[in-house]
């Protein structure tokens, strides 16, 4: 079992619809980071939790620490948000980064 | 602008053959970082660096070496590559070693092959 799971895998979406994304790990962690990885390869960090939530335009990203997940909501997506969706935990009191798979989003018009 | 540079962006190789895929930043980031990137298993962290002469291990580092002798640059180097280490590479820096302070800067990626 992978310390970092996703879910879904896959996500198809139409134009204005709300959007989640799960991620849930096994490890302890002193962080974790949401990442978009755009259809050209290039990644780009979105949000860095070690509690609570943040809010950043329409992406809003949640974390519950006892329960060992975390959310990435899309309010009113639109195709400029298709990409994979991946998320990083800071295993422990390191600088180790695991990631989870990743959440490959569609938006259609 | 600030950014992480890599070089090359597309590398075939042989086996064997030693190769260095360099990268550079220009943001004065303590933290430098390797990731390689294969289909079904995502990003896999190789070795990262939280300053100069510090570097370490991270979740799949055989057949790797990294050095930090200045803070700007962090190559990558394979001694004697192989097919298996055909993946996308990605190289990423921070402020910090948690991300914080606006996360992780990567660069644009390095697809090599080895035949």
């Known amino acids: 079992k992978n310390e970092v799971e996703q879910s879904p895998q896959n996500l198809t979406a139409q134009e204005g619809e709300f959007i989640t994304i799960n991620c849930s790990y096994s490890v302890g962690i002193s962080a974790l980071h949401w990442l978009q990885q755009h259809p050209g390869g290039g990644i780009v960090s979105l949000f860095m939790l070690s509690s609570g939530k943040k809010k950043h335009g329409r992406l809003i990203a949640t974390i519950n620490i006892q329960e060992k997940h975390s959310s990435l909501h899309i309010t009113a997506s639109h195709p400029r948000d298709s990409a994979v969706y991946i998320c990083?935990?800071?295993?422990?009191?390191?600088?180790?980064?695991?990631f989870g798979t990743g959440t490959l989003l569609a938006v259609q018009p | 602008e600030a950014q992480v540079t890599q070089n090359p962006r597309y590398l075939i190789t042989v086996t064997g053959k030693k190769l260095t895929v360099t990268c550079s930043q220009n943001m004065n980031h303590e933290y430098m970082s390797w990731y390689r990137q294969d289909p079904g298993l995502g990003l896999r962290q190789i070795y990262y660096?939280?300053?100069?002469?510090?570097?370490d291990k991270g979740d799949v580092p055989e057949g790797y070496k990294v050095s930090r002798k200045e803070k700007r640059n962090f190559p990558l180097i394979l001694e004697s590559p192989s097919p298996n280490q055909t993946s996308l590479y990605f190289c990423?820096?921070?402020?910090?070693?948690?991300?914080?302070?606006?996360?992780?800067?990567f660069g644009s990626g390095t697809r090599l092959t080895v035949v």
């Open positions: 990423a820096s921070s402020l910090s070693g948690d991300g914080s302070n606006y996360g992780y800067t």
């Open positions: 660096s939280m300053n100069v002469e510090v570097t």
């Open positions: 990083a935990v800071r295993r422990g009191a390191t600088n180790k980064l695991i």
